[in-house]
């Protein structure tokens, strides 16, 4: 072999090598993807929101009269009977009098005087008539059993003396009257608000009115208070209730009677509850986003022992999930692994390095997993996070 086809035959295998190479690089790669297996097991659609403890039964405790309250000695937490004293209320003080007031008052007394004697002296007037009136009749009742004097006189002398002995009666009720109202001048003139006057019989006592604690306490030190103004609140800790505020859309989920669990408040394990009562109210909250949402109290019970939650007040956060639905053994999948195709659901399942795409029926969905009612087996890989590069049949290989 001449030197020219040795040469030849060299650049030839090197253009085959290098055409080899080339297509061995070129060839298609399978895709890396994230594998996951459709696999039997416990699943539960719920709604988690916060919430919080409230006293079941609040008692606000309010002044029934207008008054000037004692300082309260109880403090928030205190332990309280039934029936026992709270706080006393007293009357308020006399209105202070200024020069010109006081002036006028004292007036008023000595018109009060003065009216007094006059009364008394119309009444001394009326009695004098009376016994006169009387006096005559005396007279006259023996000559009329005698025949000296007519019918006629004597019962004009009747009438006279009953005529006098009401003169006389209404006279001694003016004395009565003019009496009081010298009474009630010098009351005015007498209490001015220079010094607080003790009347005991006159204090009203605020009474607790169930056996409880303190909740809170609306005014603490002496002051005036009008009647209806809050002082104190009592409740019993003993019997709590949850309220939580769920978005309305699931509010219409929810349903009484649903069971509950509480997370994150406190202590080791999640309380358990039922739902008592979704209030056919909402309300506007904004979220932490600046986004205004239509919220819906929900309120349940605690059906856990009592010693497991002794320690809650009224006002602690807890979580609380409000299941749905739930069932201990469904085949479920990632959710992450469906997308839409033809008005369905639809997933890439890995056979013989390849994607493969295939319709499923979607149960209950839960935002994590989601219920396979048809089109995949337990067991069977499939692609979760798809992207645009994975279609049906591209070679794939586990990342």
Known sequence: MNVAWRRRLIWSVLLLLIAAALGYGLRPQPRMVDIATAAYGPMRLSVEEEGKTRVKDRYEVSASVAGTTCRVDLNVGDAVKKGQLLTTIEPLESQALDPRSRAEAEARVAAAQSALHAAEQTAQSAESERILADQELSRLRPLFDKGHIARRQLD?????????????????????????????????????????????????????????????????????????????????????????????????????????????????????????????????????????????????????????????????????????????????????????????????????????????????????SAQIMEGIAEGENLITHPDNMIDDGVPVRPR
């Open 156 to 368: 004009q002398a009747t009438a006279a003396a009953q005529s006098s002995r009401a003169a006389s009666r209404s006279a001694r009720f003016s004395v009565e009257v003019a009496r009081h109202e010298l009474e009630a001048a010098r009351t005015a003139l007498s209490y001015t608000g220079a010094g607080r006057q003790p009347y005991p019989d006159a204090n009203v006592q605020v009474l607790s009115p169930i056996d409880g604690r303190i909740l809170a306490i609306h005014q603490e030190c002496e002051g005036v208070v009008s009647a209806g103004q809050p002082l104190l609140v009592v409740g019993d800790i003993r019997s709590l209730e949850i309220e939580t505020d769920v978005l309305s859309a699931d509010a219409v989920k929810i349903k009484p009677g649903m069971r509950v669990e509480f997370h994150r408040w406190g202590g080791d394990t999640p309380l358990q509850g039922r739902v008592r009562n979704v209030e056919p109210v909402g309300f506007t909250k904004i979220s932490a986003l600046g986004v205004e949402e239509q919220r819906v109290l929900v309120i349940s019970d605690i059906t856990s022992d009592a010693a497991e939650w002794q320690d809650l007040g009224d006002g602690y956060r807890v979580e609380a999930e409000i299941i749905l639905w739930e069932s201990a053994d469904v085949l479920q999948i990632p959710a992450s692994a469906l997308f839409r195709f033809d008005g369905g659901w639809a997933l890439f399942v890995m056979e013989n390095g390849k994607a493969v795409r295939r319709l499923v029926k979607v149960g209950k969905r839960n935002g994590l």
